[in-house]
T-cell receptor, first 113, second 116 residues
Framework: EPEVTQTPSHQVTQMGQEVILRCVPI?????FYWYRQILGQKVEFLVS????????KSEIFDDQFSVERPDGSNFTLKIRSTKLEDSAMYFC???????????FGSGTRLTVV | AQSVTQLDSQVPVFEEAPVELRCNYS??????LFWYVQYPNQGLQLLLK??????LVKGINGFEAEFNKSQTSFHLRKPSVHISDTAEYFC??????????????FGTGTRLLVSP
């Protein structure tokens, strides 16, 4: 069964550093998403991406965040200057444009120290 | 805007007992509904989804859920739980009127604790 692949599975970074979280969506999917889950809390929508542009973003997704699909296969989330409160599990998801087939990756646990 | 309420933050149950995890949603439009399971330190695994058709939806691992439009509920049930069902369960909703982009709105989760 097709999978959404996220790397790395765990990343530790120092406060103020830039991090890039990587995702490889399912190949024929058109819509891409990032979600965040702070430890012990619910999963929250960050941003959606379609046709090489952001289609919607939440209030969490401020100027410190950016997304990119640099090469037609990868989908990345960049945090420019990490803060302690950015520590969370980040999930990538992709969909073909219908809810059937909406698939999450296994997540990247980001720890900011 | 949609919202999801999972009133029970934790549900303790004995092995082989039945369980129901409650989910209520709020939406001004038609919705699609999902249940996800998250085992400790792992990602989100889809248990089942309601898109259309029969209101009783069967999923993996013996779980089922019933969509009740009048009560705006989508409760998850299992007739006999196993120790291995211990996990966090999330209900999620999205607007069915959108074609293409679908943002999932999640509830706060219910921790199912199965003991021997």
């Amino acid at each position: 069964e097709p999978e959404v692949t996220q790397t790395p599975s765990h990343q530790v970074t120092q406060m103020g550093q830039e991090v890039i979280l990587r995702c490889v969506p399912i190949s024929n999917h058109l819509y891409f998403y990032w979600y965040r889950q702070i430890l012990g809390q619910k999963v929250e929508f960050l941003v959606s991406f379609y046709n090489n542009e952001i289609s919607e973003k939440s209030e969490i997704f401020d100027d410190q965040f950016s997304v990119e699909r640099p090469d037609g296969s990868n989908f990345t989330l960049k945090i420019r200057s990490t803060k302690l409160e950015d520590s969370a599990m980040y999930f990538c998801a992709s969909s073909p444009g219908t809810p059937d087939g909406y698939t999450f990756g296994s997540g990247t646990r980001l720890t900011v120290v | 805007a949609q919202s999801v309420t999972q009133l029970d933050s934790q549900v303790p149950v004995f092995e082989e007992a039945p369980v129901e995890l409650r989910c209520n949603y709020s939406s001004s439009v038609s919705v699609y509904l999902f249940w996800y399971v998250q085992y400790p330190n792992q990602g989100l695994q889809l248990l089942l989804k309601y898109l259309s058709g029969s209101t009783l939806v069967k999923g993996i691992n013996g779980f089922e859920a019933e969509f009740n439009k009048s009560q705006t509920s989508f409760h998850l049930r299992k007739p006999s739980v196993h120790i291995s069902d211990t996990a966090e369960y999330f209900c999620a909703v999205t607007d069915s009127m959108n074609t293409g982009f679908q943002k999932l709105v999640f509830g706060t989760g219910t921790r199912l604790l199965v003991s021997p």
